[in-house]
């Protein structure tokens, strides 16, 4: 379970975040929704050790993790999928994929057969340049990467955003796959209301770096979100 209290995060003097908690479940996906600017991809930066946060305290399964470099975070087991992807170009889909053992311990580099069982693609390309994938497929060696952390934790910036709609359901299959599985927390955030929506457990809406909403799926329509979102 990943448990964030009270986090606070400043640009120079510019403070985005104020105050924000969140709770993401292990075998769910929670859902992070906001318009553009509010602070959602700062609050994924802070988590993974991306962006020093001023305030706050940041929990993985119970233990805490004091301001963490991006090295030490993922070693406790949080994956982060930016937005954007950040695949390397020059490097092939399996070397990619073995940037991933270097928070892992050597008797653990190994890519589990799970990964290329999610994206299939990812295995007939295996020599292939990240540079000359598809967006899509990029997105897919991205959070294939991630995985291979063997994470606690996957935080996932905008993983539909500009991704053909055959890919987008792909994506969500393999999402409901690894909840059904149990074994991580997801965090997404998303601003495609459909694929969010169709794919929380739990819904939080960030507002000018706050949280105005924090509800389970169970308990509003996609109308009624798309109300608070001001869409």
């Known amino acids: 379970m990943l448990k964030v209290d009270n986090l606070s995060l400043k640009y120079g003097q510019s403070q985005i975040l104020f105050d924000v908690s969140l709770v993401a479940k292990r075998g769910e996906i929670t859902t992070l929704m906001g318009n553009n600017g509010v602070g959602k991809t700062s609050f994924l930066k802070a988590i993974a050790g991306r962006h020093p946060y001023s305030a706050g305290k940041l929990e993985v399964d119970g233990t805490h993790l004091s301001h963490p470099s991006a090295f030490a975070a993922a070693r406790a087991g949080i994956a982060y999928v930016p937005q954007g992807r950040e695949v390397f170009p020059l490097m092939t889909v399996l070397e990619n ?39 899509g497929q990029q997105q897919q060696l991205a959070i294939a990467r991630a995985l291979v952390t063997r994470p606690k934790v996957l935080l996932l910036d905008e993983p539909t955003e500009g991704i053909q709609p055959n890919i987008i359901q792909q994506i969500g299959d393999a999402l409901q796959q690894l909840r059904g599985k149990g074994e991580m927390a997801i965090l997404l955030v998303e601003q495609n209301a459909d694929f969010a929506y169709g794919n929380a457990d739990q ?14 799926k169970s308990e509003i329509s996609k109308a009624s979100l798309l109300e608070h979102l001001s869409l």
């Open 97 to 135: 994929l073995e940037t991933g053992f270097a928070c892992l311990p050597k008797s653990e580099h190994v890519i589990p057969d799970e990964i290329f069982a999610l994206f299939p693609v990812l295995q007939e390309m295996q020599a292939r340049r990240g540079g000359d994938l598809s967006g």
């Open 203 to 216: 819904i939080y809406v960030m507002e000018r770096g706050t949280m105005k909403l924090d509800v389970h």
